[in-house]
């Protein structure tokens, strides 16, 4: 079994960048994917971005594509969420799960072993 736990989050201003961090431990059954999802408070949980196991591909919701970058290094078992140019709207909890084999990247159903999440404030 995999647990995932999230690092890096924190309270920033509007234009600034953060980096976060999804450490696996554990053992897992077979190469898997990762994504990147947020809560807002009061609002429903939301895909942010995922990769694939050897990192070809990678998945971003409008909302963050250009500033935003994901990316993975398997020999750390880490997966990172490179934030640049924050928005306030971008002010959530944000977590990383493992991704299901086969299943769809940027539905939530496809998800497991969820991180406890990270705080990403960013004041304007």
């Known amino acids: 079994q995999v647990q995932l736990v999230e690092s890096g989050g924190g309270l920033v201003q509007a234009g600034d960048s953060l980096s976060l961090s999804c450490a696996a431990s554990?053992?897992?059954?077979?190469?898997?994917?990762v994504g990147w999802f947020r809560q807002a408070l009061g609002k429903e949980r939301e895909f942010v971005a995922a990769?694939?196991?050897?990192?070809?591909?990678?998945y971003y919701t409008d909302s963050v594509k250009g500033r935003f970058t994901i990316s993975r290094d398997n020999a750390k078992n880490t997966v990172y969420l490179q934030m640049n140019n924050l928005k306030p709207e971008d002010t959530a909890l944000y977590y990383c799960a493992k991704k299901s084999t086969g299943s769809a990247y940027t539905l939530l159903s496809s998800y497991h072993y969820w991180g406890q999440g990270t705080q990403v404030t960013v004041s304007s």
């Open positions: 990769i694939s196991w050897i990192g070809d591909r990678t």
């Open positions: 554990g053992r897992a059954d077979r190469q898997y994917a």
